[in-house]
């Protein structure tokens, strides 16, 4: 099962900072917060990880509490093609690489005109 | 980031008959590989999680004999869906890890008639 909670649904204008929030109150100390999206029809697409500090790339930036029970994915500016279903997956670090990613049920995104 | 491919992209088969979906990592290689299933308006569902040279570790409920996946290098896997239905109609998404990373295909519809 998901360890993660997440809004069915949100709305965003275009042009504004789309807040995605997640929960993820039993996350283990070893656990990664993973933001994945997945565009109609598409697989999913990677965006971001972290453990405890906030992270950005050119993607989106994460910020995870400081009792890392929650987090924000942030899209500073939306468009059009940000509408999607984004999945917030906790994951431990696994170097042997056979952890698995559980998906949750996702928020879908939709960013308006 | 890194490139995961399927084929086919889509496939349409008649009862009875078998499917095999193939999936690459096109500039990296992976050790594991995993095979999702998604139904319309569903999040992914995770069917098994291979490793290269060894059996496939299927998820509970997911018939090891009607899902055959092979990982024969560490590039490829695959799927055969034997003796399909209509009810095994579906969105497969393989993955890949590699760079310590998890990388998705585009996805497979299979639509049994």
């Known amino acids: 099962d998901a360890k993660t909670t997440q809004p069915p649904s949100m709305d965003c204008a275009e042009g504004r900072a789309a807040n995605l929030p997640c929960n993820h109150s039993?996350?283990?100390?070893?656990?990664?917060v993973y933001w994945y999206r997945q565009i109609h029809s598409q697989g999913p697409q990677y965006i971001i990880h972290g453990l405890k500090n906030n992270e950005t790339n050119e993607m989106a930036s994460l910020i995870i509490t400081e009792d890392r029970k929650s987090s924000t994915l942030i899209l500073p500016h939306a468009t059009l093609r940000d509408t999607a279903v984004y999945y917030c997956?906790?994951?431990?670090?696994?170097?042997?690489?056979?952890?698995?990613?559980?998906f949750g049920k996702g928020t879908k995104l939709t960013v308006n005109p | 980031g890194a490139v995961v491919s399927q084929h086919p992209s889509w496939v349409i088969c008649k009862s009875g008959t078998s499917v095999k979906i193939e999936c690459r990592s096109l500039d990296f290689q992976a050790t594991t590989m995993f095979w999702y299933r998604q139904f319309p308006k569903q999040s992914l569902m995770l069917m098994a999680t291979s490793n290269e040279g060894s059996k496939a570790t299927y998820e509970q409920g997911v018939e090891k004999d009607k899902f055959l996946i092979n990982h024969a290098s560490l590039t490829l896997s695959t799927l055969t869906v034997t003796s399909a239905h209509p009810e095994d109609s579906s969105f497969y998404i393989c993955s890949a890890r590699g760079n310590d990373e998890q990388y998705f295909g585009p996805g497979t519809r299979l639509t049994v008639t």
């Open positions: 039993t996350i283990s100390g070893n656990e990664y």
């Open positions: 997956i906790v994951r431990a670090a696994d170097p042997g690489g056979s952890e698995k990613l559980v």
